[in-house]
């Protein structure tokens, strides 16, 4: 189970630091460039739609492997969407009155972005990057299937053996994960907004 654990924490949380660190800036792109916004939401909602082991499937052929890169390149495609589409719908609820007093101060794009922006959209990206994490806690089952280990592999034997129990073994865990993942960013949440301290 600790193995299991490890892998599967592993393909989560590295396909989730991969999203942040790119749909943080493509949700920034999109709400500073409006014509930006069609393409960058095209493409992060049409990966969304493909299915899972169609995806799987293409990344394999296209890497020429099995195992941990193509699935963690899966899961970091799902995971894109819910964080930029948050991340612009943060930044695009900052008062305009902000910003003209940002620029009234003298401080440069870059400076309102991190000083001003940003940590006023931060609840807003925060439950995106939640709603990404709990995805991919899901989703990630799946990647036993090409050899990447994690809660699918028992679920992947016990539909290979139509045992029920290991199919529990695998999925209870995972619910389980998700649970505390969420409960996790709930808190981080609380915290992060000063209106839901109180």
């Known amino acids: ?8 924490l ?22 500073r460039k409006p014509w930006l916004a ?8 049409v990966v969304q739609t493909i299915p899972s082991l169609a995806l799987l499937a293409f990344l394999i052929a296209l890497m020429g492997s099995i195992g941990t890169l ?21 930044l695009l609820a900052v008062g305009d009155g ?3 007093a940002a620029l009234a101060l003298g401080l440069s794009r870059r400076d309102r972005l991190l000083s001003i922006e940003l940590p006023l959209a931060r609840p807003s990206i925060l439950a995106g990057i939640k709603t990404s994490a709990v995805i991919n806690v899901g989703t990630a089952t799946i990647a ?11 679920i992947a034997a016990g539909l290979a053996v139509n045992d029920n129990l290991m199919l529990l073994a695998g999925a209870v ?16 949440e609380r915290r992060a907004d000063p209106l839901r301290k109180q």
């Open 144 to 154: 036993a299937f090409i050899g990447a280990g994690g809660y699918g592999e028992r």
């Open 98 to 100: 902000l910003r003209q």
């Open 173 to 188: 865990p995972a619910a389980v994960l998700a649970l505390l993942i969420q409960a996790s960013f709930d808190l981080v």
């Open 70 to 90: 193509p699935a963690a390149i899966a899961l970091f495609l799902y995971a894109l969407l819910p964080i930029v589409r948050n991340t612009h719908t943060g």
């Open 1 to 8: 189970l600790l193995r299991l654990t490890r892998e599967h």
């Open 38 to 45: 069609q393409p960058i939401f095209a493409f992060v909602g």
């Open 10 to 31: 592993l393909l989560v949380f590295g396909s989730l630091a991969a999203s942040i660190a790119v749909g943080v800036p493509l949700g920034v792109a999109a709400a």
